[in-house]
């Protein structure tokens, strides 16, 4: 295989991430997915040995995407601003991938095991490095507040968890359509849901929400924009 070609398992996986998107979990089926890509049915269990395998290689690749588009986030000398930026990216990103985040997360029956761990016991979050690297990207970017002194000496690892969970949850609703389709959760309920817990963990609040502000700012949005 050439430089910057796709395998054969690769396409496999993208084509079913495609497949995903468009017509949810049920669209992923070895028929479709083969004909997607231009292979045989049998293509799916030689590259796979079942579809059970085929997931899991779905959600690899959804974390490493996530990962990459959250890391991505140019880092500034204001690293709570960085932080909000990488939220804001956090949520860009499960917005436009909804179907994958929600395989990614467990929201699924496809996937036959469990990927996810006790993070307040073991201090890591999933059984698949590439799940944890995805939040190792969260815990490095709060270390980073916490080594400017603008929040408390707290454990990354936890804080880390309220600021998954905060976002996690929010996502979920606004994927849902909870919050209508004008984007009024972003500006009312997500933007001050970060300060809350940024604030929480130590951080003033005037220092908070000016680093909101020029998150905000990085990402070419207004206070109260969509």
């Known amino acids: 295989m050439r ?3 796709t395998s054969p398992r690769q396409g496999l996986v993208e084509a079913a991430i495609r497949l995903l998107e468009t017509g ?36 690899r690749e ?7 588009h959250v890391e991505a986030v140019t880092e500034t000398q204001d690293a709570m601003a960085d932080f909000f930026a990488k939220g804001i990216a956090y949520r860009d990103w499960a917005l436009q991938n909804s179907q ?3 395989l990614m997360f467990g929201l699924t029956t496809l996937l036959p095991t469990r990927l996810e761990q006790d993070m307040t016991v073991a201090g890591t979050i999933s059984t698949l490095p590439e799940g944890q690297a ?3 990207v969260m815990v490095h970017a709060l270390d980073r507040v916490k080594a400017s002194g603008q929040i408390d000496p707290v454990d990354p690892v936890l804080a880390a968890g309220q600021f998954l969970s905060a976002t996690h949850g929010y996502v979920l609703l606004e994927i849902a359509g909870y919050f209508g389709p004008e984007g009024n959760g972003f500006a009312w ?15 003033r609040r005037v220092d908070a929400e000016r680093s909101a502000v020029a998150a905000l700012a990085a990402f070419g949005i207004g206070e109260r924009d969509p």
Request: proline share 3%; glycine share 14%; no cysteine.
């Open 62 to 68: 959804g974390f490493l995407r996530f990962a990459a």
């Open 134 to 136: 995805a939040f190792d």
């Open 24 to 59: 949810g979990p049920a669209a992923i089926q070895a028929r479709r997915l083969a004909a997607e890509i231009g292979m045989s049915t049998m293509a799916v269990y030689t590259h796979f040995g079942g579809m059970s395998e085929l997931f899991e290689a779905i959600v």
């Open 3 to 5: 430089s910057g070609e």
């Open 100 to 102: 994958l985040y929600r």
């Open 189 to 203: 309920i997500f933007g001050p849901l970060g300060l809350s817990v940024m604030v929480g963990l130590g951080a």
